[in-house]
């Protein structure tokens, strides 16, 4: 049975492999914290979120492993002209997600895909940093 890192990195594999609209290196990391200064460059980061257990039968269990995709970037121009493009590199990515197997670890099976938020307000009015997170599930039995 695999543990939510090694979902974790799975996800951060594919993402790497994947072709987008802006290129993207994503990075799994355990405490995504960044200076503002980091955030000029676009940042894909992976982070475990979650577990669910459910039964799945009298002997096995249904593991649902929650990953959080965080998409960042500092905005240098204006708000309604970079922000289109952001949120379209949100969707692009949950569009490559779904129903996707995971090259890495193909017993994992995709669950569902969230973007919430599509971007963060309190980012985008503070700091002016697009902010996005996707939330991925991948399943498994054991």
Known sequence: MADIITIADAVTTELNAGSFSQEIMAVRLLLPEFELSELSELK????PK???MTPFSRQYTQYDFAIDIGIQKKLTGEVDTQMPSMI???DEIVTFLRKRTLSALPAATWLRCLNDPVYSREHLAQSRVFTSVI???YWMVG
């Open 88 to 90: 379209a590199l949100a």
């Open 135 to 137: 939330t991925v599930t």
């Open 44 to 47: 894909v980061t992976v982070v």
């Open 50 to 52: 979650g577990v669910e």
